[in-house]
């Protein structure tokens, strides 16, 4: 089996435009070990991974990872067509900002090819915050009320506003007065590209968790290191596997989030607040995650194999997150605004 993998960060897609350090680690570290985990699998024979001509190569050696040099826009885009015509199945990792993610699925669906994530009609729903809440919310699955700015909002004061499309912390802010959130809206184009949300206490949590067309395994349960930082949010790590304890709601919440959104498929992350009244989903993130790259350390499993697992035999495999141990991941938090 050959598989092209496609990390955008480092793989090319911010060509023509300089890649912030933050950025260039989460996606390194999200590479490395996926790359890992698969030289480690038999029936994978070849890994064809795009690079982004700036970078160096990793120091690592890997059996059967083959670097394929872009140097352009253009460039990209012939590699990525050449190389999806050449391999088996494709697995992307990219954010689903501006579509980009749901471009490069469709894309791989359209050639015909495997695609080891969840399908395009699923990454276009959860690439929206606001579509993915209200259909979790029509299903009752808990979720942190999320609404379009409008000139009346539900909530007092504290409010959250984020792109509707971003992801993890990217973009948001918090607005603690009228005056704050009037001056906002006086300076942005499009209000639209916004939701808003209550800033809700609690801890901030995610799952990383294997999704089959309505059903759901739970690979572990994380902790998020999230600080303010200069009026919006920061991510500086996270500590996989953290939570060992009461596994069993979390287990629960991601066969219910499975059922609303059957359209999901293969690894992804959910993010979370625990509050008083319980976990509260914030939003779906439809391939891998930062935790990935702790996860097999924290599991003593190979992930990518119980994804290929999954692929191959069409049900979920057996595993109990319980054996978890937590592993920290340490992040140079991005600079936001």
């Not at 699998?41 to 394929?68: F, K, M, N």
């Not at 629960?252 to 993010?271: F, K, S």
């Amino acid at each position: 089996m050959k598989i092209l993998v496609f990390e955008y960060i480092t793989g090319g897609g911010m060509l023509g435009e300089e890649i912030p350090p933050a950025l260039a680690q989460e996606g390194e570290l999200m590479l490395a070990a996926l790359l890992r985990d698969l030289s480690e699998l038999p029936e994978v024979r070849r890994a064809v991974v795009l690079r982004d001509a700036r970078l160096p190569l990793p120091d690592q050696t890997l059996s059967g990872v083959v670097w394929v040099l872009v140097a352009s826009q253009d460039d990209l885009e012939h590699r990525f067509e050449d190389q999806i015509a050449c391999c088996d199945a494709v697995w992307p990792i990219a954010p689903e900002t501006g579509g980009i993610l749901e471009r490069l699925c469709r894309r791989v669906e359209s050639a015909g090819k495997t695609l080891l994530t969840s399908p395009g009609d699923g990454v276009g729903l959860a690439a929206s915050k606001l579509a993915t809440i209200k259909r979790l919310e029509k299903k009752g699955v808990p979720v942190v009320s999320t609404h379009a700015p409008s000139e009346s909002n539900p909530w007092p004061f504290p409010w959250v506003v984020k792109p509707d499309d971003g992801v993890g912390c990217e973009g948001a802010r918090i607005f603690e007065t009228e005056g704050q959130w009037k001056s906002w809206r006086a300076e942005i184009d499009d209000v639209a590209r916004y939701v808003i949300q209550p800033l809700i206490e609690g801890e901030p949590l995610s799952l990383s968790v294997l999704f089959a067309y309505g059903k759901a395994l739970l690979l572990s349960c994380n902790r998020q290191r999230i600080v303010r930082s200069r009026g919006g949010f920061a991510l500086s790590g996270c500590e996989v596997g953290a939570i060992r304890t009461g596994l069993a709601a979390y287990r629960a919440l991601a066969d219910r989030i499975a059922e609303a959104v059957p359209e999901l498929w293969g690894y992804a992350g959910v993010d979370l607040i625990q509050s008083g009244q319980g976990p509260k989903v914030l939003e779906i993130n439809p391939r891998l995650t930062t935790s990935y790259a702790a996860l097999r350390q924290s599991l003593s499993i190979n992930p990518a194999a119980l994804v290929l697992e999954l692929w191959r035999g069409g049900t979920l495999p057996d595993f109990d997150a319980q054996s978890a141990r937590p592993i920290e991941i340490r992040l140079e938090p991005r600079d936001e605004h």
